[in-house]
């Protein structure tokens, strides 16, 4: 017989720690800190760089996003994704810097090359990696990134990235395309 209560969506392991993480940030625990920028560093940059284009201001609003983390925390109600959660800030935070300079331009080779890449990824496959991500559009780089370097869903980054999960899959689907062909040749085809 089956109960009439409803229990909760199972919760991932990485959400549940992030969500102690902030919890134990919002009473002044410097170690959850540190636990929480080395999970979220990669993708809240990936998000700033992938916006701002600069690798050096990217570095910037980085820290400036867990700067607010740490000062907000208390403040935070975990209803959705943590990570979500860091990337809409480091989102508002990069456009606002943005809006600021009034400047745009391509992602340039240094930029580039501090992109985070999987751990362990012998530098000459970095480097081909590297290339590769040059030959997508700033919302596929930025889609790929956010799954990839944080591991959100592609609703969570339709959400952040204010796109319909209809766009954001269709553009991750063509960059893996693209990747796939400029990491295997014409293979790939």
Do not use: C
């Not at 990485?14 to 919002?26: C, F, H, N, P, S």
């Not at 944080?150 to 893996?176: C, F, N, W």
């Amino acid at each position: 017989m089956q109960s009439s209560v409803e229990r909760p969506p199972e919760q991932s392991p990485d959400r549940v720690r992030l969500e102690m993480l902030l919890a134990g940030i919002a009473q002044g625990d410097r170690d959850a800190m540190a636990q929480l920028y080395a999970a979220a560093r990669g993708a809240v940059y990936a998000m700033a760089l992938g916006i701002l284009r600069d690798p050096y201001e990217a570095q910037d609003v980085t820290q400036d996003v867990f700067v607010r983390v740490w000062d907000g925390a208390a403040g935070y109600r975990p209803q959705g994704s943590p990570m979500a959660w860091l990337l809409t800030v480091a989102r508002n935070e990069a456009l606002m810097r943005l809006r600021r300079s009034g400047r745009t331009g391509p992602l340039d080779d240094d930029a580039v090359r501090q992109l985070p890449a999987p751990a362990g990824l012998p530098a000459e496959e970095r480097l081909a990696l590297q290339e590769a991500l040059k030959t997508l559009s700033d919302a596929e780089r930025q889609i790929v990134l956010l799954h990839a370097a944080s591991g959100l869903k592609h609703r969570e980054i339709g959400q952040i990235l204010d796109m319909p999960l209809a766009t954001v899959l269709s553009k991750y689907h063509r960059a893996l395309k693209k990747l796939r062909t400029q990491l295997e040749g014409d293979d790939a085809l």
